[in-house]
C-alpha cells in the first residue's frame, strides 16, 4: 500500500519539500490508524514548509499538525473502527508524521471525538487556530474577564486564531477591539464581530512602561513589541492570553503593567495540552461558534495547493482559516 502525501526531506543541508508516497512500513509507532480525510494550513506548517524556522525535529516529515478523519483499526481503550476522530498538535508535523497523507498511526489517547454536530471540514477548518482561540477565551473566562468587565482586544486578527477569537467572542457578547496591520480587511472583522479595528501601528510602535488603560483584556497571537504594549494598556486587574510568536519570541516588557496594575498574563499552550482542557475547548466551538461565521472565513483547497498556501501563511497573506482536503 502506497499512501499519498507531502514529505519534507533533508539530505546534506539541502531541505526540500514536496508532493510523495509512503509506504504503510513508513508510518509511526501508535495503536490507532486514522484515514485522514481532512487538514489545515496553520503559522506552524508555513514554518515547517518553508524551513523559516526549526519546526521538523526529524527527516522525513509529513506536515499538517491538525488532522480529522475516521479510525481504521485501534487496540486504544474506548475507540473503535468508524469513529470520527480530531486530532490538534502532539507534534504532529515536527518529530511524529503529520496530517497532509491519506493515512496517519497515532497514539489513540491523542485523539478526540468530532462533535456530533460538525462536518469533518467544519472541524479541520477550526483546526488548531480555533482550538487555541478556545482556549484563550475559555483562559479569560476563568480568570473572571466577563463582557461587563469592559472591551477585549484580538491581535493579529485577520488570521486563524484572531478570526475565531472574534467570532467567539462576539457570540459571547463582548465588545472587540480588532487590532490588524490590514485596513482592508475591516469588513470582515466586523462581519465576525468586531466592534472597533485599530491599527497594528498601535500596538507595534514605540514602547511603554504603562499607557492609558483601554481593555479588560487580550487575546495576543503576535508577541514581542506587541504583546508588551497590549500589557501596559491593559486595565487594572486585567488579564491576557498569550499563544503567538508572529512577531518574534522577545517580550521586551517591564514589570510596571504586572505591580502596579495587578495584570496577568497567561500563556496558552495547545500543543501539549490535557485532554480536559481540549474537550472543554471543542465544547465551547461546538456550542457558540457561528457556522455561517465559520464558513466565511474558511477556504478550502486541494492537497496539491498545500505547500503553496504555507508559504503565503508566513507572509501573512492569509485570511482566516484554510482548509485541506485529503481524499
Known amino acids: 500500500m502506497t499512501i499519498k502525501a507531502v514529505i519534507i526531506n533533508k539530505q546534506d543541508d539541502v531541505y526540500s519539500v514536496a508532493p510523495g508516497e509512503l509506504n504503510a512500513s513508513d508510518l509511526m509507532d501508535g ?8 487538514s489545515s494550513v496553520n503559522y506552524k506548517d508555513g514554518l515547517a ?22 479510525i481504521e483499526e485501534t487496540t486504544a481503550p474506548g475507540l473503535a473502527a468508524g ?43 477550526i483546526g488548531t487556530a480555533g482550538y487555541t482561540a478556545a482556549l484563550c477565551v475559555l483562559g479569560l473566562q476563568d480568570a473572571g474577564v466577563t463582557p461587563a468587565s469592559g472591551p477585549v482586544l484580538v491581535t493579529g486578527a485577520a488570521g486563524g486564531v484572531g478570526s475565531v477569537a472574534i467570532a467567539l467572542l462576539g457570540a459571547l457578547g463582548y465588545h472587540v ?28 510602535g514605540k514602547l511603554r512602561a504603562l499607557g492609558k488603560e483601554r481593555w479588560a483584556g487580550a487575546v495576543d497571537s503576535v508577541g514581542s513589541t506587541t504583546l508588551a504594549n497590549v500589557l501596559s494598556m491593559t486595565r487594572y486587574g486585567g488579564t491576557v ?25 497567561i500563556g496558552v499552550d495547545s500543543v501539549m495540552a490535557a485532554r480536559e482542557k481540549r474537550l472543554r475547548a471543542w465544547e465551547l466551538l461546538d456550542q457558540k461558534l ?8 474558511t477556504t478550502v483547497v486541494p492537497l496539491s495547493k498545500a ?20 481524499v
Open 83 to 125: 469513529d470520527a476522530v480530531i486530532l490538534n498538535g502532539w507534534g504532529t508535523g515536527e518529530t511524529h508524521l503529520g496530517a497532509w497523507a491519506k493515512k496517519s498511526r497515532v497514539p489513540g489517547a491523542w485523539l478526540v471525538p468530532l462533535p456530533k454536530d460538525l462536518s469533518a471540514e467544519q472541524a479541520a477548518a
Open 307 to 326: 505547500i503553496e498556501v504555507g508559504e503565503q501563511i508566513v507572509d501573512g497573506k492569509v485570511r482566516g482559516r484554510v482548509v485541506v482536503t485529503i
Open 31 to 38: 495503536d490507532t490508524l486514522v484515514r485522514v480525510s481532512h
Open 241 to 265: 492570553t498569550c499563544c503567538g510568536l508572529a512577531g518574534g519570541m522577545d517580550l521586551p516588557s517591564s514589570v510596571a503593567p504586572f505591580i502596579l496594575r495587578g495584570v496577568s498574563l
Open 290 to 297: 457561528d457556522r455561517k461565521l465559520l464558513a466565511e472565513m
Open 177 to 204: 477591539i480588532a487590532s490588524t496591520g490590514r485596513p482592508d480587511e475591516a469588513d470582515y472583522l466586523k462581519k465576525l464581530g468586531a466592534n472597533e479595528i485599530i491599527a497594528r501601528d498601535e500596538l507595534s
Open 49 to 70: 514548509v518553508t524551513n523559516r524556522a526549526p519546526v521538523v525535529r526529524r527527516f522525513p516529515m509529513v506536515p499538517g499538525i491538525d488532522m480529522v478523519g475516521v
